[in-house]
């Protein structure tokens, strides 16, 4: 898996990104993020039942990415078709605002997040800052749901550019700076 530090590949994928007749999909590719943060984040198949439950408090929250200035984009290795039938399907589903990527078997390798056996992507967020570097990666098992309010807060810390203690929130003091010479 990507890890901090490292430059987040350019892509070129289509998404889902509406259920109206004749607007369903788009291409996203790199350079529609340059200058964002971007909070990518995977789920492993679509018609399943952690995997809505993640991707609806996401988009409660793009909001409070967007006044971040992140944006945020999910997707799984199954197609955009898949992503639409599903959306359509979903009630909750078919409210969300934001795109669901069909992240290509190919692209999922590349970023590390495909599981090794059921070849679907894993329960991964990665945050990419607005000069395409990986500043936080994190993968779950596929049968645990991520913590939404935790990225928000990772997000948070990192763009305070400070050292932030465990459990730091947004309106905590940051650690000295006498203690940042020997982190």
């Given at each position: 898996m990507l890890v901090p530090g490292s430059k987040f590949p350019d892509f070129k994928l289509t998404a889902c990104v509406s259920i109206d007749k004749g607007k369903e999909f788009a291409t996203v590719a790199t350079?529609?993020?340059?200058?964002?943060?971007?909070v990518f984040y995977s789920y492993p198949k679509d018609f399943t039942?952690?995997?809505?439950?993640?991707?609806?408090?996401?988009?409660?929250?793009?909001?409070?990415?967007?006044?971040?200035?992140a944006v945020v984009l999910g997707g799984?290795?199954?197609?955009?078709f898949s992503h639409l039938a599903w959306r359509q399907s979903h009630a909750d589903l078919a409210k969300i605002s934001h795109k669901l990527v069909h992240i290509t078997p190919m692209f999922?390798?590349?970023?590390?997040?495909?599981?090794?056996?059921a070849q679907v992507a894993l329960r991964a967020t990665i945050i990419v800052d607005p000069t395409g570097v990986v500043r936080y990666a994190?993968?779950?098992?596929?049968?645990?749901?991520r913590n939404v309010n935790e990225v928000l807060r990772v997000l948070d810390g990192l763009q305070t550019e400070e050292l932030c203690a465990c459990d730091w929130k947004k309106g905590d003091e940051t650690l000295s700076?006498?203690?940042k010479k020997s982190a």
């Open positions: 350079q529609d993020f340059a200058g964002k943060w971007l039942f952690v995997c809505p439950t993640e991707i609806v408090e996401f988009d409660k929250k793009a909001k409070d990415f967007a006044d971040r200035g799984s290795t199954d197609n955009e999922a390798a590349q970023i590390g997040i495909l599981h090794p056996e994190t993968a779950n098992d596929l049968s645990v749901g700076a006498k203690l």
